[in-house]
């Protein structure tokens, strides 16, 4: 018990000289206007909150999204391969890539991938 108390004691004192240190160390900075003012990526934050926006541009970040999700779901199921059905196993996959397919297909036909037009 007392090396339990006196590791967390220990813990204590070392946390609590780094943080001294690290406020003594520190750089004090002066506010400004500038730095309190909001940053919103090149819009000026003084102008309309209904500026226009790009929808291909979130088209196209709604894409990667999805693809993104489809990777996170196809690495755990080829570590599931070892350890299912292989006819099922087969099945799943093949509904989930033709289903992806179909989509982008279907955003291809509909000229969703187009940036400009």
């Known amino acids: 018990m007392m090396k339990i108390m006196t590791s967390m004691i220990l813990a204590m004192m070392i946390s609590m000289m780094l943080m001294l ?4 160390i520190s750089k004090k900075t002066k506010n400004s206007r500038e730095k309190s003012s909001p940053f919103e990526c090149g819009f000026d934050p003084k102008s309309s909150a209904r500026s226009p926006f790009s929808i291909q541009f979130f088209l196209i970040a709604v894409l990667f999204l999805i693809f993104d999700i ?3 779901i196809m690495l755990p199921m080829m570590i599931t391969i070892k350890t299912s059905n292989i006819i099922t196993w087969t099945m799943t996959t093949t509904m989930f890539i033709m289903t992806l397919i179909l989509g982008l297909y279907y955003e291809w036909k509909n000229n969703m991938l187009e940036w400009t037009k």
């Open 21 to 24: 240190m690290c406020t003594m």
């Open 70 to 72: 489809e990777i996170a």
